[in-house]
């Protein structure tokens, strides 16, 4: 798993254990530098699974209610297109990591892309950035 693939994975999965949408969940670990301790961890702790991070960022970040009922069931299929996009994101606006990630979720399109209702993951990557790049434009 490159840096990309954790950060998204984790704020992905973050939202669908929680059951907050990812940008808000993006929002808030940019906001509590947990993208930075991630990055950190990665350093430290490459070989470990996205299990061993959300449990750490759960042990930094106090949240004791967990959801009842997800409302955000596609974080999977999120997880599988956005590293790319941001990778592309990154380069094109020459951003860090993190840069990207909260300009992007940031954004209407990452908003929109957090909701399953809208459909947004279901788009493609190249889709997406388009979607993003009309948006900066």
Known sequence: MNQFELLVNCVENY?????????KVAHSFSEKGIFQLLLEGYEAYCDMDEGFFIGM???YVENTTDAEKSEYNKHRERQSV???????IAKQYHMT????IESFYSSKTGE???????EYYQKTADELLKCYQNEKA
């Open 15 to 23: 939202s669908h254990i929680k059951n907050v949408a990812s940008n």
């Open 57 to 59: 960022i759960d042990g």
């Open 82 to 88: 956005l590293p790319v996009v941001l990778k592309q």
């Open 97 to 100: 990591k993190i840069q990207a």
């Open 112 to 118: 929109y892309f957090a909701q399953d209702n809208t």
